[in-house]
């Protein structure tokens, strides 16, 4: 079993050409089965049925792992068995069919208009890590980037003149984003300063020694403004999920966030209707005379 599944894996690096992170995602994965078949004695891919399959996807549930996490760990049982039938390894799929357990969906965790304003508003001091992080977060907010999408960014990317960017996104899909007044100020207080760090490359964002800063290192320092800014913890997801609530909370337009966030699938992008929900269930409470609310709950 461990034989093919290196076989497999082989496969999806040489010929499929999936990331390092990917790759090492599956074969973990795939590696929590092939444990659980140790114990349940099932001695070949092609002798595991759903009935063991189910039960394994049990007990990791018993164990705390999460549905979302049960759910990838599915799909990569489902591409594993492809490929199996594909070579005449196998002639079924133990994972057709099987869902994972359902799982509370939490919603993303966003800042409200005004804390989003209060961390992009305040005095930027004049220097080069100032203004970088400063144009970082501009765009974060005003384009919705993942943090990938900001990390892999090149000048030849941006349109300044237009106010645009195109990005590369999931998939190896590309979409060109608008990119707001605010931001553009910001990246045109930043574009000096960055050429006189003698850039490596075409990067976007790049330290104080000309290198691309890496998604680490962007982390840390919008980690470091949240915490200055707003006294709070944050992240570069956070940004992308208030541009996306405060983008339909204004148009409710959810095609459009869709197309902005580049998802693949409308269900992704239905996530912020529950928040715009939240909005409106807030201001109506707040604003209703017949829903207002006196301390303890009671109407």
């Not at 005449?88 to 057709?96: F, I, K, R, S, T």
């Not at 993303?108 to 305040?122: E, I, S, V």
């Not at 990390?151 to 300044?160: A, H, M, P, S, W």
């Amino acid at each position: 079993m461990e034989r093919q599944l290196d076989a497999y894996c082989e496969h999806l690096r040489s010929e499929r050409q999936v990331s390092p992170h990917t790759l090492e995602a599956y074969r973990r994965d795939l590696n929590k089965v092939l444990a659980l078949c140790a114990k349940q004695q099932v001695a070949s891919w092609a002798t595991l049925d759903i009935q063991a399959l189910r039960s394994m996807v049990a007990r990791l549930h018993q164990q705390g792992q999460s549905s979302r996490s049960l759910a990838r760990l599915l799909s990569a049982v489902r591409g594993l068995y492809h490929y199996l039938n594909r070579e005449g390894l196998c002639n079924h799929d133990p994972a057709n069919g099987l869902a994972p357990p359902k799982g509370e969906r939490r919603l993303p965790k966003t800042l409200d208009t005004d804390r989003a304003l209060q961390l992009l508003d305040g005095a930027v001091e004049d220097d080069f890590l100032a203004h970088r992080d400063q144009a970082i977060l501009e765009l974060f907010y005003s384009s919705g980037l993942r943090l990938s999408e900001l990390t892999g960014l090149n000048l030849d990317q941006l349109d300044l003149a237009d106010g645009l960017v195109q990005v590369h996104g999931k998939g190896s899909k590309t979409r060109v984003l608008p990119v707001g007044k605010k931001a553009r100020e910001a990246l045109q207080l930043w574009l000096p300063l960055r050429a006189l760090s003698n850039p490596a490359d075409d990067a976007m964002f790049v330290s104080q020694k000309g290198r691309r800063l890496g998604p680490r290192a962007i982390q840390l320092r919008v980690k470091a403004a949240g915490e200055r800014e707003l006294g709070q913890n944050l992240h570069p997801h956070m940004l992308r999920h208030s541009f996306a609530s405060h983008m339909l909370e204004s148009s409710q337009d959810l095609r459009a966030v869709q197309e902005l966030l580049g998802h693949s699938d409308i269900k992704t992008t239905q996530i912020y209707t529950h928040l715009d929900f939240q909005h409106l269930a807030s201001v109506y409470d707040s604003a209703h005379p017949r829903a207002k609310r006196t301390k303890g709950g009671e109407q």
